[in-house]
């Protein structure tokens, strides 16, 4: 199964169903962002699973377009405003987002609402290996990544005007009912026996002690923009997950690709990173530690667990919009041979913790 950059990366001409007016977008462009110029193309690139997303070409320069996809959505799903705002409140605060433009609430412009934000050049890893940097310089790219998450956990919601971006506290046991609420609720996507057992055994597992800071929901090198040349972190993309949350929860997620196949998202599982000259998983944690100050990570098979958990149920929702023709990747109906090889880690690592 292709999930690289062969399948994700680029663009391609808007996809049947997918389209709009380009005129009224062009008009609100005008009105909204400041040096607009036309005439303006449309395309679609070609990764993204839950929210279309657009590259806009214009005199002007390239911009980035996000919007709501059509037909039925869950309830607080594709919450488009969401992304725009904490896109603002964390580029202000020096965090490397994508600049927004504007935000457009008026369905009537393309027939749902979107933000447009600038088109950051730079390079995207796909694989979680860093193949493409020579083996000496790859350490320092995880580094990298490990720095700028860590500055994320940092960063004081009510400093920023986000101290209402999510309820505060209880994070797993609000984390867990939504999606488990989500599960039950995707009757297209059928059930599974190893999802119901998780859903019985999470609750009642949540290690004591609670933290909430600004967490992301999907940190992996692929929804992260490089700089052309060095290893530097120039934006965070797709904060379609992000809220007020447990740090721990967010890094033990993006520490998953030591454990995660390839074909599933970007992950080492079965290779040795020493290998590859990266850092080993407990370096790693060690690294995370350092930056934001702990002495440890007690408890941290719970978290492994839990991410399982909760990418599971994503693509249990991807499933379910394959199976009502809404996905708006090509590729999510390939992505799908690898939701059993999922279920079956979530399973280890659930057992692993009992």
Known sequence: ?????????GVMPVRAGFGFAVEPLARWMVDNVAGFQGPLEVLQFKGGQSNPTFMLRAKSGDYVLRRKPGGQLAKGAHAIDREARVLSALGKAGFPVA???GLCLDESVIGSIFYVMEMV??????DASFAEIPAPERAAYFMEMNRVL???????PNAVGLGDYGRQGNYFERQIGRWTK???ADTDAGRDAVMDRLIEWLPAAIPEGDESTIVHGDFRCDNLIFHPTEPRVLAVLDWEL???GHPLADFAYHALMYRMPPEIVAGLDGV???TLSLPTEAEYIAAYCANTGRAGIPNYDFYIAFNFFRMAAIFHGIKGRVARGQASSAHAADRLAAYPRLLKLAQEAMDACT
Do not use: C, K
Not at 1 to 9: K, L
Not at 121 to 126: A, L
């Open 1 to 9: 199964m292709s999930t690289g950059a062969e399948a994700n990366a």
């Open 99 to 101: 600049q927004v433009h």
């Open 121 to 126: 050049e730079g390079r995207i890893f796909w």
């Open 150 to 156: 860590a500055q994320l956990h940092g960063i004081d």
């Open 182 to 184: 989500s599960y039950l």
């Open 242 to 244: 992000s809220t007020l």
């Open 272 to 274: 040795d990173p020493a």
